[in-house]
């Protein structure tokens, strides 16, 4: 395995980690699950602080809402497959990008 696919495959396993715990953290203060109605509350203060939490937030809810529609819906093969990979470069991206900041912030080598 060369270092590029190993520094992908970490920045995607922290990028789920991350945005699962948001998600979880987000359900534990407010007793309710986040998802991207957050956005749909109109224009108020805590509508534009929902935009950076979904950022990082969204390859957990993609994923969720996939495999729940998977399971409740019938949803086809293809669709699953479609969404399982939009949340998994989403999630490499930000992943990448929380790995970034932690090595400017001297807290990674």
């Not at 396993?13 to 509350?41: H, K, P, W």
């Not at 990082?56 to 699953?80: D, Q």
Request: one cysteine or more.
């Amino acid at each position: 395995m060369t270092p590029e696919t190993l520094n992908s495959f970490f920045s995607i396993c922290i990028g789920f980690a991350l945005a699962g715990a948001l998600v979880n953290g987000y359900q534990a203060l407010s007793q309710r699950t986040a998802g991207f109605g957050l956005l749909q509350e109109g224009v108020a203060p805590k509508t534009f602080a929902a935009v950076p939490f979904l950022v990082f937030a969204a390859p957990f809810i993609i994923m969720r809402n996939t495999l729940r529609g998977a399971r409740l819906e019938s949803r086809r093969v293809e669709f699953v497959m479609m969404a399982t990979i939009i949340a998994g470069f989403w999630s490499m991206m930000s992943g990448t990008f929380f790995l970034m900041t932690l090595r400017a912030a001297g807290v990674l080598a």
